[in-house]
């Protein structure tokens, strides 16, 4: 049976000043470090990360996994779109994404719904859209990811660390400062994990299973064009490029890691002559950084975990996003949704059905 969590109809004080709707069950005691103080304390493992099975949907992300973000800290938000208290926090989670997404981090949104409204997915969609949130959201129709949480509040936030334990939650508004301490100090965590040789256990599906081979390799592997733009952030010229005008439905990874970039279901012809995209397919391996090389203000875009310059983005593109992803071919390799099982991309499959099988007909 679907389980329906019931609000109070009164907003509930947080111990830190801020406010919050609450589910109407009783909440085990919790430790005041996660309700409202102001400075971080010791971070607890709280355990492990549950992931997102359950999930009725996806909006701006294929499906994401517990195991695939292994190597990445995660903020989960659990929120819902007519939560007063969800939306105003909505700007720190944003602002949060923002501020740290060039080092690998990463927000999820479950969107568990409350309100019969909020139950249908042409109106989470609206909303999202709406509400500018770029960041991927898993829909939570059933309520299975909130339960495998324990979670009893809108809105809350769990902060995971790249080994995938959790190690801080924060229920309502308030104590953003601490929750930037905390993902801060995660970051720096595993940063100093990765300098000091200390590998991120995992599978190879995993996001962090995406490396960069030896510049002597890449010299090998690489084609002069794509060696110069991947490694020394030159730019292919427009309109003698192999993406610029492939309609072929498929992905884009990075051509020297294969991480998985961008999809040709964001694809939109730009006019400009490179291959643009309004959105990435997997932000967590897209990061970004302030680039005036050529005395002007851009936005440069590199892959996560090879570091490959890919390009650059910008803030004239078409809606959802608004943005273009102005990529470099050379930077990338496509692969036809015909053959992503058989190049070991089959999750994302799923996201081409219909052009696989009119292809196949």
Same mark, same amino acid.
């Given at each position: 049976?679907?389980?329906?969590?019931?609000?109070?109809?009164?907003?509930?004080?947080?111990?830190?000043? &801020?406010?919050?709707?609450?589910?109407?069950?009783?909440?085990?005691?919790?430790?005041?470090?996660?309700?409202?103080?102001?400075?971080?304390?010791?971070?607890?493992?709280?355990?492990?990360?549950?992931? #997102?099975?359950?999930?009725?949907?996806?909006?701006?992300?294929?499906?994401?996994?517990?195991?695939?973000?292994?190597?990445?800290?995660?903020?989960?938000?659990?929120?819902?779109?007519?939560?007063?208290?969800?939306?105003?926090?909505?700007?720190?989670?944003?602002?949060?994404?923002?501020? #740290?997404?060039?080092?690998?981090?990463?927000?999820?949104?479950?969107?568990?719904?409350?309100?019969?409204?909020?139950?249908?997915?042409?109106?989470?969609?609206?909303?999202?859209?709406?509400?500018?949130?770029?960041?991927?959201?898993?829909?939570?129709?059933?309520?299975?990811?909130?339960?495998?949480?324990?979670?009893?509040?809108?809105?809350?936030?769990?902060?995971?660390?790249?080994?995938?334990?959790?190690?801080?939650?924060?229920?309502?508004?308030?104590?953003?400062?601490?929750?930037?301490?905390?993902?801060?100090?995660?970051?720096?965590?595993?940063?100093?994990?990765?300098?000091?040789?200390?590998?991120?256990? &995992?599978?190879?599906?995993?996001?962090?299973?995406?490396?960069?081979?030896?510049?002597?390799?890449?010299?090998?592997?690489?084609?002069?064009?794509?060696?110069?733009?991947?490694?020394?952030?030159?730019?292919?010229?427009?309109?003698?490029?192999?993406?610029?005008?492939?309609?072929?439905? &498929?992905?884009?990874?990075?051509?020297?890691?294969?991480?998985?970039?961008?999809?040709?279901?964001?694809?939109?012809?730009?006019?400009? &002559?490179?291959?643009?995209?309004?959105?990435?397919?997997?932000?967590?391996?897209?990061?970004?950084?302030?680039?005036?090389?050529?005395?002007?203000?851009?936005?440069?875009?590199?892959?996560?975990?090879?570091?490959?310059?890919?390009?650059?983005? #910008?803030?004239?593109?078409?809606?959802?996003?608004?943005?273009?992803?102005?990529?470099?071919?050379?930077?990338?390799?496509?692969?036809?949704?015909?053959?992503?099982?058989?190049?070991?991309?089959?999750?994302?499959?799923?996201? #081409?059905?219909?052009?696989?099988?009119?292809?196949?007909?």
């Amino acid at each position: 049976m679907i389980r329906i969590v019931s609000l109070l109809a009164a907003a509930a004080l947080t111990v830190g000043g &801020g406010f919050a709707l609450f589910a109407n069950r009783p909440h085990p005691a919790t430790s005041s470090a996660h309700l409202g103080a102001r400075t971080v304390a010791p971070l607890k493992d709280e355990g492990p990360f549950a992931g #997102f099975d359950g999930n009725t949907g996806w909006i701006n992300s294929p499906p994401l996994t517990a195991a695939g973000l292994r190597g990445h800290v995660v903020v989960v938000d659990f929120w819902a779109f007519s939560c007063s208290n969800c939306l105003a926090a909505l700007p720190h989670v944003k602002s949060l994404e923002a501020k #740290f997404r060039d080092r690998g981090f990463v927000v999820v949104g479950v969107h568990t719904p409350e309100l019969s409204n909020e139950r249908v997915e042409s109106n989470l969609r609206e909303a999202v859209r709406k509400l500018g949130i770029v960041y991927p959201v898993a829909i939570d129709g059933d309520n299975r990811i909130w339960n495998a949480f324990n979670n009893e509040y809108w809105p809350a936030i769990y902060i995971i660390d790249a080994h995938g334990r959790i190690r801080y939650h924060y229920f309502g508004e308030g104590a953003y400062d601490q929750e930037e301490q905390v993902v801060s100090a995660l970051l720096d965590e595993a940063g100093r994990e990765h300098v000091g040789g200390a590998a991120v256990s &995992g599978h190879p599906g995993d996001l962090s299973a995406w490396h960069k081979p030896s510049d002597a390799d890449l010299k090998q592997r690489l084609t002069p064009v794509q060696y110069s733009v991947t490694q020394h952030d030159d730019t292919e010229l427009p309109y003698r490029n192999p993406y610029w005008d492939n309609h072929e439905a &498929g992905i884009y990874v990075d051509v020297v890691s294969g991480e998985p970039l961008f999809s040709s279901l964001d694809k939109f012809e730009s006019g400009t &002559g490179w291959p643009s995209f309004t959105k990435p397919l997997v932000q967590a391996n897209v990061v970004t950084r302030a680039d005036n090389s050529i005395g002007m203000d851009r936005t440069e875009v590199r892959s996560a975990h090879a570091d490959s310059h890919l390009g650059h983005v #910008f803030d004239d593109g078409p809606e959802p996003t608004g943005l273009r992803y102005c990529m470099n071919s050379a930077a990338m390799r496509f692969i036809p949704a015909s053959q992503l099982a058989a190049d070991g991309y089959s999750e994302y499959a799923h996201l #081409f059905a219909a052009a696989v099988t009119s292809t196949n007909q």
